[in-house]
């Protein structure tokens, strides 16, 4: 069922649990090609989430700032295409929260530990801001924090499960958000993890 959080932003909640296992196994085959990596952001920090990426292009975080890459810089190699499933879900989902032709380029693939967190942020390193993100949970719940357009701006705190999907969009392409820090627990399905996998239209 579809829930609305705020203009632009609507929550399909287990909107992928049929498709869990096969996104489950993909990540696991993306991860096999270029690992999860702890990146250290431009003031020297290493991040608690892991990263990958599938796709023409990947998000990362190195000394020289925050980009999206053509290659794996962890691994050198390019990242692996992105699934047919994967692109298939985005785009109907975003659909079914009213933005029609939403065709990713860039496929994030976060995964959480237990104390793993995102502090309070923007996405805003893509180029055209009026395409939303769809993001994708799996695994362990997490508590999403949903802000306003200033960091001091109040926060909601919203649970996101396995299956789960977000389509932001529209002003809500830009509110501040984050994620506390991870649970321990154990999913059937995902382990000790939750993964979240973000859609972008990056170029
Ligand atoms: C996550 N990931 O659960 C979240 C899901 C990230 C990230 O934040 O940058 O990897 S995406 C949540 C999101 C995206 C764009 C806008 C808004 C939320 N928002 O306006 O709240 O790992
Ligand atoms: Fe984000």
């Keep these: 069922w579809q829930e609305p959080l705020a203009e632009g932003a609507v929550i399909l909640r287990r909107r992928a649990r049929d498709d869990a296992d096969a996104l489950l196994a993909a ?8 690992p999860f990596a702890h990146r250290i952001t ?11 990426n599938c796709g023409d292009l990947g998000w990362s975080t190195d ?8 290659q794996d810089n962890a691994s050198g190699h390019k990242w692996p295409p992105m699934p047919a499933l994967f692109r298939t879900l ?17 496929c994030l693939i976060n995964r959480y530990e237990p104390g793993a967190k995102l ?20 695994g362990l719940p997490a508590v999403f924090q949903f802000g ?22 529209g002003p809500s392409r830009l ?23 973000t859609f972008r239209r990056a170029h």
């Design 27 to 34: 990540i696991q085959e993306i991860a096999g090609q270029n």
């Design 90 to 106: 985005a785009q109907q989902t975003a659909q079914e929260a009213g933005f029609s032709g939403f065709n990713p380029d860039a």
């Design 175 to 197: 509110r501040y958000h984050g994620i506390l820090p991870l649970k321990p627990g154990i999913h059937p399905a995902a382990g000790a993890f939750r993964f979240n996998l």
């Design 119 to 138: 502090t309070l942020h923007q996405d805003k390193d893509e180029k055209d801001l009026r395409q939303p993100i769809v993001s994708v949970s799996l």
């Design 42 to 52: 431009p003031s020297g920090h290493r991040m608690s989430v892991a990263m990958t």
């Design 148 to 169: 306003g357009f200033e960091r001091s701006d109040a926060t909601q705190r919203v649970l996101l499960e396995h299956g789960d999907i977000v389509v932001w969009g």
């Design 63 to 70: 000394s020289r700032g925050y980009q999206y890459t053509e």
